[in-house]
C-alpha cells in the first residue's frame, strides 16, 4: 500500500538555523512527491515537488526538498530559519492506485515547525 | 484571481440537520477534491471529481454526497450530519495535465456538529 509518513509531530528550531522536517514514503515505481504548508486558519499552499531529474529541488519561500530513493524519503529543508516560517507542513505522494491519473494525494499527518526567535 | 474559494467559512449544525458546502474555483482545472482535517490524521480524501458530471469515491465518503454539475463548481453535501463529522472541510483543484501538477487548496469550512 502507498503511504507517506512524517515521522516527528513537531521540530523546534531557533530562528537562523538550519532546518529540517522529515518525510519517508512507500509507493511502487517512480514516486512524484510533493511539500505542502498550512498556516492557521488556511489553506494548504504548494511548497514544492519532485517529478524527476535532479534530487535537490528548490521551492518557494528559500525551501528545498532533498529526494533520496535508496532512502525513499524526501526531507524538507531551509539553511537558515525565520519566525514567520512556524507553520504546519505536510508531505504528499501522488496515489498511483486504480487506472488512469486522477490527480490525487496521499497526506502524512503533518509536522508541526516551531522557529523561536 | 479568487483561486478556490470556499462558504460557508464557518458553520454550526445539529445533529442531523443537512447542508451544501460549496467550492468554487476560477482556474478551470479539470480535477477536484474534498478532503477533512482532523487533528493528528493529515487530510483525508472524502470525494474528488476528474471531470463534469462526474464522482468518485475517495477514502472516506460515507455520510457525505457530492455533486459536479459544472466544470467550475464541486459541492459537498450531509445529509443527516453526526457529531462524527465535526471537521475542517478543504477543497482543492488541480490540472489534469501529467502527474505532477499541484493542488490549490481553499482557506476550508469549519464545521461543527452539537
Known amino acids: 500500500a502507498q503511504s507517506v509518513a512524517q515521522p516527528e509531530d513537531q521540530v523546534n528550531v531557533a530562528e537562523g538555523n538550519p532546518l529540517t522536517v522529515k518525510c519517508t514514503y512507500s509507493?511502487?515505481?517512480?514516486?512524484?512527491l510533493f511539500w505542502y504548508v498550512q498556516y492557521p486558519n488556511r489553506g494548504l499552499q504548494f511548497l514544492l515537488k519532485y517529478i524527476t531529474g535532479d534530487n535537490l529541488v528548490k521551492g518557494s519561500y528559500g525551501f528545498e526538498a532533498e529526494f533520496n530513493k535508496s532512502q525513499t524519503s524526501f526531507h524538507l529543508k531551509k539553511p537558515s530559519a525565520l519566525v514567520s516560517d512556524s507553520a504546519l507542513y505536510f508531505c504528499a505522494v501522488r496515489d498511483k492506485g486504480g487506472s488512469g491519473n486522477t490527480g490525487k494525494l496521499i497526506f502524512g499527518q503533518g509536522t508541526t515547525l516551531q522557529v523561536k526567535p | 484571481n479568487a483561486g478556490v474559494t470556499q462558504t460557508p467559512k464557518f458553520r454550526v449544525l445539529k445533529t442531523g440537520q443537512s447542508m451544501t458546502l460549496l467550492c468554487a474555483q476560477d482556474m478551470n482545472h479539470e480535477y477536484m477534491y474534498w478532503y477533512r482535517q482532523d487533528p493528528g490524521m493529515g487530510l483525508r480524501l472524502i470525494h474528488y471529481?476528474?471531470?463534469?458530471?462526474?464522482?468518485a469515491k475517495g477514502e472516506v465518503p460515507d455520510g457525505y454526497n457530492v455533486s459536479r454539475l459544472k466544470k467550475q463548481n464541486f459541492l459537498l453535501g450531509l445529509e443527516s450530519a453526526a457529531p462524527s463529522q465535526t471537521s475542517v472541510y478543504f477543497c482543492?483543484?488541480?490540472?489534469?495535465?501529467?502527474?505532477?501538477?499541484?493542488?490549490?487548496f481553499g482557506d476550508g469550512t469549519r464545521l461543527s456538529i452539537l
Open positions: 482543492a483543484s488541480s490540472y489534469q495535465q501529467g502527474g505532477g501538477q499541484p493542488q490549490h
Open positions: 471529481s476528474v471531470g463534469e458530471g462526474t464522482t
Open positions: 509507493v511502487s515505481g517512480n514516486p512524484y
